[in-house]
């Protein structure tokens, strides 16, 4: 089983949708997650960050973890074109120790 | 968010030679680290790098082929040594940010592309 799991997609949303981003993974000591867009050619970019469960709003976005359930996922409100991009999940199951997972790819529809 | 800058940005070399890659932070970090991302695959710790100590490797990968060097809060370089084709990959560098005790972030620099012919 790998450690963080994700759907390689690709996800293809109208513009407008919401996009709906899922990870799961498997070491419970984990305390902190992450959600990283990366463009072609581009290093990931840190967008969201959650530390406990429930769910965290940041603009269009919005983060929700499951502690109980391993599950942490990414909602994108009113998805643009230039949200078109891989998305990734990481988690941290110790200090200094992050896991990332292999990304979705999102493409919205113009 | 820190600003982190890499040298080169790419780099095309023959196999058998060495590259250094270079990181520059615009602030103290305790702690940087070494990531490699082959084509189409997600991102892969190769080290961490704590300022005064030597380098902490993942499984699979050894300081003889990477060599880090960390010699103060700002900068750290990456060498990828005797190269060989399955080297060709992009290498980033990247820090964490503490904000408080319990909530840190990661932030990465724009990334070396390398390819080994």
């Known amino acids: 089983q790998k450690e963080v799991e994700q759907n390689s997609g690709p996800l293809s949303v109208p513009e407008g949708a919401i996009a709906s981003l899922n990870c799961t993974y498997s070491d419970r000591g984990s305390q902190s997650f992450f959600w990283y867009r990366q463009y072609s050619g581009k290093s990931p970019e840190l967008i969201m960050s959650?530390?406990?469960?429930g769910d965290k709003e940041d603009g269009r976005f919005t983060a929700q973890l499951n502690k109980a359930s391993q599950y942490v996922s990414l909602l994108i409100r009113d998805s643009q074109p230039s949200d078109s991009a891989t998305y990734l999940c990481a988690v941290t199951p110790g200090t200094y120790k992050y896991i990332f997972g292999t990304g979705t790819r999102l493409k919205v529809l113009a | 968010s820190a600003v982190i800058s890499q040298k080169p940005s790419r780099d095309i070399c023959q196999r058998g030679t060495s590259l250094t890659i270079q990181c520059q932070v615009d602030?103290?970090?305790?702690?940087m680290f070494w990531y490699r991302q082959q084509p189409g695959q997600s991102l892969t710790l190769i080290a961490t790098a704590n300022q005064g100590s030597e380098a902490t490797y993942e499984s699979g990968f050894v300081i003889d082929k990477f060599p880090i060097s960390r010699p103060n809060l700002t900068f750290s370089t990456l060498t990828v040594s005797n190269m060989s084709p399955e080297d060709s990959s992009i290498y980033l560098c990247?820090?964490?940010?503490?904000?408080?005790?319990?909530?840190?972030?990661?932030?990465f620099g724009p990334g070396t592309r390398l390819t080994v012919t």
């Open positions: 990247s820090v964490e940010g503490r904000q408080d005790s319990s909530s840190y972030e990661q932030y």
């Open positions: 602030s103290q970090v305790t702690m």
């Open positions: 959650i530390y406990s469960n």
